[in-house]
C-alpha cells in the first residue's frame, strides 16, 4: 500500500523528487498497467481456458477453410484463363476421365496435405460441386463488374460494342462490350456481359441495350456515351428503326460506327462478286477441303503426299479464303501430284476418280494458276489489315493511313497484272490474257481502291 493514501504529503518542496521515485515502484506500473487493461481484456478468456481452446480452433479451422477456397478458387481461375470446360462427363468418385477442373483439385491435393486431408474428411462442405461452381463463377462476376463500373465511373467518355449471336443451345443472346479510356491513358475494351434476348429484332435489341446502359451510366452521365458500334446488318444500323436510331434518340451523342474490319470483309466479298471468273475460282478453291474431308482414304493420301490440311473456306470471312489461297499455292506441286496418285491408282471408286482428274485439269489451267497467284500477292496486304483493324488502340488518323499504304501495296500489284506471271516462272499466254480481258484483270484492284471510302460513310 502506498504511504501517501495513508499519511499524505507535508512536504510540498520535494513533492516533484517524490513523484518520480514513485513512478518506478512495482505497485505503481501495476496498477498503471490494470487501468490501461480495464475493459479491454476478455474475462471470460481469462477464466475459461476451455474456451480460449475453443476460439483457438475455430480460427485454426477457419484459416484452413480460406486455404482451400483460395486452391479451388485458383483451379477455376486456370479453367477460366484457358477456356477450359469446368465440368466433365463423369464426376464420379470412380470416374478416370471426371474433367479439368476435378483433375487440377485432385493435382493440387497430391502436392497439398492440407487440401487433401479437406477431400479425404470433409462432409457438409466438400467445395468441388457444380452449386460452388457455379456461385464462385457469379462472385468473380461480380468482382469483375464492379471493377470495370468503378473504371467507366471514371472513365470521361465511354464507347459500347455489341451483337447478337446464338449459343450452342440456340439461346438468342447479345454480347456487350464496353471501350474507354482508363486513368492511365491506356485503351480498355472489356467485354461486359451476354444479355440474354427473345429475339433480335431492333426493338429487343434496343431495350436490352438501353436497360444495361442506364446501370452503367446513371442519371447525369448520358453524355459520356459517344459511340456506338455494331455490323452492318440492317436491324443494328437501320437508319429509321435500327439499333443505333433507338439507343441516340435517348444517347444524343452516341454516333454509329461501322464495324472496320468487317467493312472490309464485305468490300472483298463486293470486289470480287463483281467478277465471274473470281467467283468461279473461289468456288472451285473451297472444293478441295471439301474433297478430302469426304473420305479418310482420300486424306491418308493427302497426309502422305502433302502432309499439310487443305484449310475449308467461308462466305463470310474472309481470311479463310486466305488461307486456302496460301496453302494451296504453297504446296500447289504436291497437292496437284495427290490428285494424280488418286486418280490413277485405281483404288478408288470411279466418282472419286472423276472428281480427282477434274481437279488435276483444274490445277493446270492457266487461268485458275493466274488467279492463284494473283491472290497469293494480294492475300497477305489485306491479311495485314484485317488484323490491324482489330486493334483497340486505332484511331481516325492510323486507320487513314492504313487505307493509304494498303492502296499503294494494291496498286502496284494493279500496275505488274498486264506482264505477271501465272505459274511458276511462265507468263500467261497473250491469247488467255485476252481471254481474260484487261478490265476483268485491274477490276479487281479498281473494286477495292474505290471501296476506301466506305470506312468513313
Same mark, same amino acid.
Given at each position: 500500500?502506498?504511504?501517501?493514501?495513508?499519511?499524505?504529503?507535508?512536504?510540498?518542496? $520535494? #513533492?516533484?523528487?517524490?513523484?518520480?521515485?514513485?513512478?518506478?515502484?512495482?505497485? %505503481?506500473?501495476?496498477?498503471?498497467?490494470?487501468?490501461?487493461?480495464?475493459?479491454?481484456?476478455?474475462?471470460a478468456a481469462q477464466l475459461d481456458q476451455g474456451y480460449k481452446m475453443s476460439v483457438k480452433k475455430h480460427n485454426e479451422e477457419v484459416d484452413t477453410n480460406r486455404h482451400v477456397l483460395s486452391k479451388i478458387i485458383d483451379c477455376v481461375k486456370f479453367c477460366g484463363g484457358f477456356d477450359l470446360a469446368l465440368r466433365g462427363h463423369d464426376e464420379t468418385d470412380t470416374s478416370d476421365n471426371p474433367g479439368v477442373f476435378l483433375g487440377l483439385v485432385n493435382l493440387l491435393a497430391s502436392l497439398d496435405s492440407v487440401l487433401e486431408d479437406h477431400l479425404n474428411t470433409a462432409t457438409v462442405f466438400k467445395g468441388t460441386s457444380k452449386t460452388v461452381q457455379n456461385e464462385l463463377l457469379d462472385c468473380m462476376l461480380s468482382v469483375?463488374?464492379?471493377?470495370?463500373?468503378?473504371?467507366?465511373?471514371?472513365?470521361? !467518355?465511354?464507347?459500347?460494342?455489341?451483337?447478337?449471336?446464338?449459343?450452342?443451345?440456340?439461346?438468342?443472346?447479345?454480347?456487350? *462490350? #464496353?471501350?474507354?479510356?482508363?486513368?492511365?491513358?491506356?485503351?480498355?475494351?472489356?467485354?461486359?456481359?451476354?444479355?440474354?434476348? &427473345?429475339?433480335?429484332?431492333?426493338?429487343?435489341?434496343?431495350?436490352?441495350?438501353?436497360?444495361?446502359?442506364?446501370?452503367?451510366?446513371?442519371?447525369?452521365?448520358?453524355?459520356?456515351?459517344? /459511340? &456506338?458500334? !455494331?455490323?452492318?446488318?440492317?436491324? @443494328?444500323?437501320?437508319?429509321?428503326?435500327?439499333? =443505333?436510331?433507338?439507343?441516340?434518340? *435517348?444517347?444524343?451523342?452516341? %454516333?454509329?460506327?461501322?464495324?472496320?474490319? %468487317?467493312?472490309?470483309?464485305?468490300?472483298? &466479298?463486293?470486289?470480287?462478286? $463483281?467478277?465471274?471468273?473470281?467467283?468461279?475460282?473461289?468456288?472451285?478453291?473451297?472444293?478441295?477441303?471439301?474433297?478430302?474431308?469426304?473420305?479418310?482414304?482420300?486424306? /491418308?493420301? #493427302?497426309?502422305?503426299?502433302?502432309?499439310?490440311?487443305?484449310?475449308?473456306?467461308?462466305?463470310?470471312?474472309?481470311?479463310?479464303?486466305?488461307?486456302?489461297?496460301?496453302?494451296?499455292?504453297? %504446296?500447289?506441286?504436291?497437292?496437284?501430284?495427290?490428285? &494424280?496418285?488418286?486418280?490413277?491408282?485405281?483404288?478408288?471408286?470411279?466418282?472419286? *476418280?472423276?472428281?480427282?482428274?477434274?481437279?488435276?485439269? @483444274?490445277?493446270?489451267?492457266?487461268?485458275?494458276?493466274?488467279?492463284?497467284?494473283?491472290?497469293?500477292?494480294?492475300?497477305?496486304?489485306?491479311?495485314?489489315?484485317?488484323?490491324?483493324?482489330?486493334?483497340?488502340?486505332?484511331?481516325?488518323?492510323?486507320?487513314?493511313?492504313?487505307?493509304?499504304?494498303?492502296?499503294?501495296?494494291?496498286?502496284?500489284?494493279?500496275?505488274?497484272?498486264?506482264?505477271?506471271?501465272?505459274?511458276?516462272?511462265? =507468263?500467261?499466254?497473250?491469247?488467255?490474257?485476252?481471254?481474260?480481258?484487261?478490265?476483268?484483270?485491274?477490276?479487281?484492284?479498281?473494286?477495292?481502291?474505290?471501296?476506301?471510302?466506305?470506312?468513313?460513310?
Amino acid at each position: 500500500m502506498c504511504p501517501w493514501t495513508v499519511m499524505g504529503v507535508h512536504d510540498m518542496k $520535494h #513533492l516533484s523528487e517524490r513523484i518520480k521515485k514513485h513512478e518506478c515502484t512495482k505497485a %505503481h506500473m501495476t496498477n498503471t498497467f490494470k487501468l490501461a487493461m480495464l475493459g479491454k481484456a476478455n474475462i471470460a478468456a481469462q477464466l475459461d481456458q476451455g474456451y480460449k481452446m475453443s476460439v483457438k480452433k475455430h480460427n485454426e479451422e477457419v484459416d484452413t477453410n480460406r486455404h482451400v477456397l483460395s486452391k479451388i478458387i485458383d483451379c477455376v481461375k486456370f479453367c477460366g484463363g484457358f477456356d477450359l470446360a469446368l465440368r466433365g462427363h463423369d464426376e464420379t468418385d470412380t470416374s478416370d476421365n471426371p474433367g479439368v477442373f476435378l483433375g487440377l483439385v485432385n493435382l493440387l491435393a497430391s502436392l497439398d496435405s492440407v487440401l487433401e486431408d479437406h477431400l479425404n474428411t470433409a462432409t457438409v462442405f466438400k467445395g468441388t460441386s457444380k452449386t460452388v461452381q457455379n456461385e464462385l463463377l457469379d462472385c468473380m462476376l461480380s468482382v469483375c463488374k464492379d471493377y470495370i463500373l468503378e473504371e467507366v465511373k471514371n472513365a470521361s !467518355y465511354l464507347a459500347i460494342q455489341a451483337d447478337e449471336t446464338t449459343d450452342i443451345s440456340t439461346h438468342c443472346q447479345l454480347v456487350l *462490350v #464496353l471501350r474507354y479510356i482508363d486513368p492511365h491513358n491506356n485503351v480498355q475494351e472489356r467485354f461486359f456481359e451476354f444479355i440474354p434476348l &427473345q429475339n433480335a429484332n431492333a426493338d429487343t435489341v434496343a431495350t436490352a441495350l438501353m436497360e444495361r446502359l442506364g446501370t452503367i451510366l446513371p442519371d447525369g452521365q448520358q453524355g459520356k456515351l459517344i /459511340a &456506338q458500334a !455494331y455490323d452492318g446488318a440492317a436491324v @443494328m444500323r437501320g437508319a429509321k428503326g435500327g439499333v =443505333q436510331r433507338k439507343v441516340k434518340d *435517348v444517347y444524343s451523342s452516341a %454516333h454509329y460506327i461501322h464495324c472496320y474490319a %468487317h467493312q472490309l470483309n464485305l468490300i472483298m &466479298q463486293q470486289a470480287t462478286s $463483281h467478277i465471274p471468273k473470281i467467283r468461279t475460282f473461289f468456288s472451285d478453291l473451297g472444293g478441295f477441303a471439301a474433297f478430302f474431308s469426304r473420305s479418310f482414304k482420300r486424306t /491418308a493420301i #493427302l497426309d502422305q503426299v502433302v502432309a499439310h490440311r487443305l484449310p475449308g473456306t467461308s462466305t463470310t470471312r474472309w481470311n479463310f479464303h486466305s488461307r486456302a489461297v496460301n496453302t494451296v499455292y504453297e %504446296h500447289k506441286e504436291n497437292i496437284l501430284r495427290c490428285f &494424280q496418285t488418286i486418280r490413277d491408282s485405281g483404288d478408288f471408286d470411279p466418282i472419286t *476418280v472423276r472428281e480427282a482428274g477434274g481437279f488435276v485439269r @483444274m490445277m493446270e489451267d492457266e487461268v485458275f494458276c493466274f488467279f492463284l497467284t494473283l491472290f497469293h500477292k494480294i492475300m497477305p496486304h489485306v491479311d495485314m489489315l484485317f488484323s490491324q483493324l482489330q486493334k483497340r488502340n486505332i484511331d481516325s488518323v492510323y486507320i487513314t493511313g492504313l487505307i493509304k499504304r494498303f492502296t499503294s501495296s494494291i496498286q502496284t500489284i494493279r500496275d505488274s497484272i498486264p506482264s505477271g506471271e501465272s505459274s511458276g516462272s511462265q =507468263q500467261l499466254p497473250t491469247k488467255k490474257r485476252r481471254g481474260l480481258g484487261h478490265e476483268e484483270q485491274q477490276l479487281l484492284a479498281r473494286e477495292v481502291s474505290s471501296n476506301r471510302n466506305v470506312f468513313y460513310d
